[in-house]
């Protein structure tokens, strides 16, 4: 073989050993076979080669820039092969079976306690009942005998709209339309996000939730009332619970309590969740007023009733331990995140 071709040939078989990445093999082909390359040259060198030699020296120059070319590919192959096994192995390979990377949802802590709020009541019988959030003057106030500019009013400082309607105020306001809807007897719950225009600290909020409950038969009376609400909290609690009960003063209820549970947070002994008073209001309840059972179509000769108005907002923060109120709407996955159930 003619020695320059032969010495081209080791020459080249030796950068060709030695590139790995993909620029290196592209400089490989420009030197040797571009339109300037080295193998090319040998192909322009034809014309000075003895004419007898031409043939045999035209097969061998175009046997290594077939070699060349082959070799070039291949290698080119091999190292992008190892390329990718080398980054499949690295960082993108996949176990299945690890724990997902992508953060897991968790459910708030208001649904979790209505959840089990709803359950236990659901075990007693009771149904769970779906109300609007925006309602009418009736069912918020009239159908609870809360006539119009009766002082009550002021106590639930209400959102209005412009075409007269409002944002409900208490879960009350579904009282009328689920009496209508059932009939008595009547056992049902219904939570729901009540609004207040309040201003806000660690234990106010312009929005909250509540769970209203309520029973309707023969011969209900306060002890059917009270045993109710003591089965709930201590299923909630898993404990005892120390409850006392006040009168409070609820048009739509006659005679109306407020049950306080002595605060969790502090163990009763007073801090900013409970006003200092080492205890909370929770559940404001009492005897279904006649007006108010009238108003739903319910014989009052023959039916009475009680209702609850439990502080849904106020169980989760005593169930876990929540010092601030504002935290449950603050949209803070840091806090919100810790209740993954
Ligand atoms: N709806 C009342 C409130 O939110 C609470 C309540 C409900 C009181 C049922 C008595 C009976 O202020």
Same mark, same amino acid.
């Given at each position: 073989?003619?020695?320059?071709?032969? %010495?081209?040939? @080791?020459?080249? !078989?030796?950068?060709?050993?030695?590139?790995?990445?993909?620029?290196?093999?592209?400089?490989?082909?420009?030197?040797?076979? =571009?339109?300037?390359?080295?193998?090319?040259?040998?192909?322009?060198?034809?014309?000075?080669?003895?004419?007898? %030699?031409?043939?045999?020296?035209?097969?061998?120059? #175009?046997?290594?820039?077939?070699?060349?070319?082959?070799?070039?590919?291949?290698?080119?192959?091999?190292?992008?092969?190892?390329?990718?096994?080398?980054?499949?192995?690295?960082?993108?390979?996949?176990?299945?079976?690890?724990?997902?990377?992508?953060?897991?949802?968790?459910?708030? *802590?208001?649904?979790?306690?209505?959840?089990?709020? @709803?359950?236990?009541?659901?075990?007693?019988?009771?149904?769970?009942?779906?109300?609007?959030?925006?309602?009418?003057?009736?069912?918020?106030?009239?159908?609870?005998?809360?006539?119009?500019?009766? *002082?009550?009013?002021?106590?639930?400082?209400? &959102?209005?709209?412009?075409?007269?309607?409002?944002?409900?105020?208490?879960?009350?306001?579904?009282? #009328?339309?689920?009496?209508?809807?059932?009939?008595?007897?009547?056992?049902?719950?219904?939570?729901?996000?009540?609004? %207040?225009?309040?201003?806000?600290?660690?234990?106010?909020?312009?929005?909250?939730?509540?769970?209203?409950?309520?029973?309707?038969?023969?011969?209900?009376?306060?002890?059917?009332?009270? &045993?109710?609400?003591?089965?709930?909290?201590?299923?909630?609690?898993?404990?005892?619970?120390?409850?006392?009960?006040? *009168?409070?003063?609820? *048009?739509?209820?006659?005679?109306?309590?407020?049950?306080?549970?002595?605060?969790?947070?502090?163990?009763?002994?007073?801090?900013?969740?409970?006003?200092?008073?080492?205890?909370?209001?929770?559940?404001?309840?009492?005897?279904?007023?006649?007006?108010?059972?009238?108003?739903?179509?319910?014989?009052?000769?023959?039916?009475?009733?009680?209702?609850? =108005?439990?502080?849904?907002?106020?169980?989760?923060?005593?169930?876990?331990?929540?010092?601030?109120?504002?935290? !449950?709407?603050?949209?803070?996955?840091?806090?919100?995140?810790?209740?993954?159930?």
């Amino acid at each position: 073989m003619d020695n320059r071709i032969q %010495r081209l040939r @080791e020459q080249f !078989l030796e950068n060709l050993q030695r590139a790995n990445a993909a620029e290196a093999f592209e400089e490989l082909r420009v030197q040797y076979l =571009g339109k300037k390359g080295e193998i090319t040259g040998l192909l322009k060198n034809m014309a000075s080669i003895e004419p007898e %030699r031409r043939k045999e020296y035209g097969a061998l120059v #175009n046997q290594l820039k077939e070699e060349a070319e082959n070799g070039i590919k291949k290698r080119m192959e091999e190292a992008h092969a190892r390329e990718l096994n080398a980054r499949i192995a690295a960082t993108e390979r996949y176990d299945l079976t690890l724990p997902s990377m992508v953060r897991q949802g968790s459910y708030h *802590p208001i649904t979790l306690v209505q959840r089990e709020v @709803e359950q236990i009541f659901a075990s007693m019988g009771f149904t769970i009942e779906d109300y609007d959030e925006i309602v009418d003057d009736y069912h918020c106030f009239e159908a609870l005998n809360i006539p119009k500019h009766h *002082p009550a009013r002021d106590m639930q400082d209400t &959102y209005y709209l412009s075409n007269g309607q409002l944002l409900k105020t208490h879960t009350s306001a579904a009282q #009328n339309a689920i009496m209508k809807k059932y009939g008595a007897p009547l056992r049902a719950i219904f939570p729901g996000r009540c609004f %207040r225009n309040e201003s806000t600290d660690a234990c106010h909020e312009n929005t909250f939730f509540q769970m209203e409950g309520i029973m309707i038969d023969e011969n209900i009376s306060i002890s059917n009332l009270i &045993y109710f609400m003591k089965t709930m909290l201590s299923e909630v609690f898993q404990r005892d619970v120390k409850v006392r009960l006040r *009168p409070g003063f609820f *048009p739509f209820v006659e005679p109306g309590f407020e049950l306080d549970i002595s605060c969790l947070i502090c163990g009763g002994e007073g801090c900013p969740s409970c006003k200092n008073s080492g205890w909370l209001e929770l559940c404001p309840c009492g005897m279904i007023h006649p007006n108010v059972l009238k108003a739903g179509g319910i014989d009052t000769e023959k039916y009475t009733g009680f209702a609850f =108005g439990l502080g849904l907002t106020r169980l989760a923060m005593m169930k876990y331990g929540i010092k601030d109120i504002r935290d !449950l709407n603050s949209g803070n996955l840091k806090s919100l995140d810790q209740f993954v159930k």
